[in-house]
């Protein structure tokens, strides 16, 4: 055992130590290029897949082994790692880097949860569109780390109202009173002296079920005299509706004497075999909002790798492709923005669509009747949610100037995107007729990167005279 611990301490570095070196006899055997470049390829492919070490550390390998080998020169190793692409990711990172900053990207993902509201179906379709629609313009990974918070947020408000509506109901469920129903304590000062309160087993009911069955009797100086009321199933609805439990109450616990001019209520309600239902109800509802929280995880993993799809910097693999289809056919220029775009986003709606029903039918289950449900009063839960979304949203007080400026960037990059070459009319690098193939998307991208550096994060302050200090 102390072996396998050793082994499983140290497993990163004897995979960068023993890959190389149980690998090695493939170009030293074969002693050709070829399979040098497939040595090289093995050993990064093997720390890629076990992360033995960091995946940009790894990919920084071929920049010495292929020298080291003669198989490319430095120079074009170099320029392999540096590519149109990369100057287009700069600027979307400048982007990036401003939403994150100014808080943008939250403002954005609070709003269009508002806006669906707080059913949990449509709350988790809210957490999927703006997720996706931040994974669009960021990375997979940032625009998940960036709703995941809101996400925990919301689930930690839940579990808190969950928490209350249990501790409530279990209270009630071990025998005490509803403070509502609680009588005065001057009561006692007004009963008839000749009514006196004994237990005894009432004929024609079920007296094995384990709750307490009182009668009243009436006594006097003759004799007893027992008092038939019949139960009050009115007065016993009442209660149980203010009481919220899932237990049933027995209705011989209740009893009105006509003589009387207050309700006298005997409170004996509980039955212990009612507890078990109580509980299995409870579990089931804690089940099914455990099933929420999943959904909310795994909505945010499904629509930032689906929003990733649609534009061509929504991940790097399609920066990658479109870089291989520019190298393979340099002549066609026909992916762009734009082209890209408008083929993925309809494919990522149905795909977003199709996953938010399956998630739904998987964990909740598909009911029609509370997803579409209109003029119903919000559950606690529903209503802990809506709370926390507003409360943090109200935290970000007013669109500020930094959050202005960073919106109109992002509008104006997008649009000089989409209409660069838009194809069914000319775009504004027709602009540049003797260079127009020299313009690319990542032209426009470091354009607006450097704005970012030019323009103030802050307005001048003012005097009290207006001008500017």
Not at 88 to 103: D, H, P, Q, R, Y
Not at 237 to 248: D, F, T
Not at 340 to 352: C, D, E, G, K, R
Not at 380 to 404: D, F, M, N
């Amino acid at each position: 055992m102390k072996i396998l611990s050793y082994l499983l301490v140290y497993r990163r570095f004897l995979l960068i130590v023993l890959t190389p070196l149980l690998l090695l006899p493939l170009p030293l055997i074969i002693k050709t290029k070829e399979a040098e470049c497939a040595y090289t390829l093995f050993v990064v492919a093997i720390f890629w897949l076990t992360e033995a070490l960091p995946l940009a550390v790894s990919a920084l390998l071929p920049a010495f082994m292929f020298p080291l080998f003669g198989i490319m020169g430095s120079k074009q190793v170099a320029s392999a790692y540096f590519k149109d692409f990369h100057l287009l990711l700069i600027g979307v990172i400048c982007l990036a880097t401003s939403i994150e900053k100014w808080n943008l990207h939250k403002r954005v993902a609070l709003k269009m949860v508002m806006l669906v509201g707080v059913n949990p179906a449509w709350l988790t379709l809210g957490f999927m569109v703006s997720c996706a629609f931040l994974s669009m313009w960021l990375s997979n990974t940032s625009a998940a780390a960036m709703v995941m918070p809101i996400v925990e947020a919301v689930a930690q408000q839940i579990i808190r109202a969950e928490a209350e509506a249990d501790e409530l109901e279990m209270s009630c469920s071990n025998g005490s009173i509803n403070p509502a129903l609680e009588l005065d304590e001057n009561v006692g000062e007004y009963e008839n002296p000749d009514w006196k309160e004994k237990e005894k087993q009432v004929n024609g009911y079920n007296n094995n079920v384990g709750s307490t069955v009182c009668t009243i009797e009436k006594e006097n100086e003759k004799g007893n005299e027992q008092c038939n009321c019949k139960p009050s199933h009115t007065a016993d609805s009442y209660i149980a509706s203010k009481l919220s439990v899932s237990s049933e109450i027995s209705a011989n616990s209740i009893f009105v004497p006509d003589d009387e001019p207050f309700l006298y209520i005997n409170w004996c309600i509980f039955s212990k075999q009612n507890l078990p239902p109580a509980e299995a109800e409870r579990k089931s509802r804690k089940d099914k909002y455990s099933g929420i929280f999943k959904v909310m995880c795994l909505c945010v993993a499904y629509s930032a790798t689906i929003g990733g799809l649609t534009t061509i910097t929504g991940t790097s693999t399609n920066l990658i492709f479109t870089e291989h289809f520019n190298s393979r056919y340099p002549g066609c220029q026909c992916i762009n923005f734009g082209s890209w775009f408008i083929l993925s986003i309809p494919i990522a709606v149905i795909i977003l669509l199709l996953s938010w029903l399956w998630l739904q039918w998987l964990f909740l289950g598909f009911d029609l009747k509370n997803m579409f449900k209109c003029g119903k009063k919000k559950t606690a839960r529903e209503e802990a949610s809506s709370q926390v979304i507003q409360e943090e949203y109200k935290k970000l007080g007013p669109i500020s100037y930094p959050e202005t400026v960073t919106l109109v960037l992002f509008i104006l990059m997008t649009l000089l995107w989409f209409t660069r070459d838009p194809g069914f009319i000319p775009g504004w690098s027709s602009l540049f007729p003797k260079y127009k193939s020299y313009i690319t998307d990542s032209t426009a991208a470091l354009v607006i990167g450097l704005l970012f550096f030019i323009i103030p994060a802050k307005t001048l302050p003012r005097t009290s005279n207006g001008e500017n200090s």
